[in-house]
């Protein structure tokens, strides 16, 4: 079941998300939440730093889990996924690093190995909350079109789309854009108690069009999400102008 609350602008959906993962916190302070990263959660987490430092909610108990990240690129690339945590959210909320996980991405049998990301999320419990960003051609993690809806946390090879799209991290070099990743699969998304996707830019209108109306389809792997219990998607007007007539709760 997916709901749907679309605001004026990006910077109001933010606030909305962060406002959604602090209540989180707030109900439940040793919360094990999967992240995201991209440009999509910048405002989202500088929200959260900015709200939990201002002591609305102690986070010293929370554990995270990383969706993705790059095959090869070490904590100390600031091309890595690891980096941006740390700069973006880890690093601003002084979280020990005991308290966050990304997949494993280094070193070799990493297609043997990615799976215990599953195992070591079920250690600690389960993730109570996920958020989530979307591709453009409506991947959810690296889990690009035709990933199966059953796939635990795997390797995968990135699309030429995605390629594109995360180019921009890489001054726009297309040939420094790892070809794969180590990411979350559909099923270890799926059993997250709640997900939250955050959909900010028309780039991403198609991809929400096609998860919110069209029946489930590995073509389009967050389309997924429609078996799930409790998803909430946050979109700005320029991301739900396809599917405004679809709007299920308009935001302010
Ligand atoms: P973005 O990426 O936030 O940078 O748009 C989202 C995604 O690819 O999942």
Redesign the pocket.
Same mark, same amino acid.
């Given at each position: 079941m997916i709901e749907l609350e679309i605001f004026q602008t990006a910077s109001d959906a933010a606030h909305r998300v962060a406002e959604l993962a602090l209540e989180q916190v707030a109900a439940r302070p040793a919360s094990v939440l999967g992240l995201?990263t =991209?440009? @999509?959660?910048i405002a989202i987490y500088q929200d959260i730093v900015r709200q939990v430092r201002a002591g609305r909610v102690v986070w010293d108990q929370v554990t995270t889990f990383n969706l993705d990240e790059y095959v090869g690129l070490c904590a100390s690339d600031p091309h890595s996924f690891t980096y941006y945590m740390q700069q973006h959210l880890f690093g601003p909320l002084g979280m020990r690093k005991q308290k966050w996980f990304m997949p494993p991405h280094c070193g070799p049998d990493l297609a043997q190995i990615a799976p215990r990301y599953d195992q070591t999320i079920a250690d600690h419990g389960g993730i109570d909350w996920q958020l989530l =960003?979307? =591709?453009r051609n409506g991947?959810?993690g690296f889990n690009e079109p035709g990933t199966p809806f059953d796939s635990l946390t795997h390797v995968a090879t990135l699309s030429e789309s @995605?390629r594109q799209?995360n180019a921009a991290w890489f001054d726009g070099h297309l040939d420094d854009v790892p070809q794969q990743a180590v990411t979350m699969g559909l099923a270890t998304i799926m059993a997250a108690g709640t997900i939250v996707l955050a959909a900010f830019g028309e780039s991403k209108a198609w991809a929400l069009e096609k998860l919110l109306k069209e029946p489930p389809t590995p073509a389009v792997p967050a389309s997924v999400l429609t078996q799930h219990p409790h998803v909430l998607v946050i979109a700005d007007q320029a991301a739900a102008s396809r599917i405004n007539a679809l709007a299920g709760r308009a935001g302010t």
């Open positions: 995201a =991209g440009s @999509t959660p =960003g979307i =591709g991947h959810i @995605t799209a």
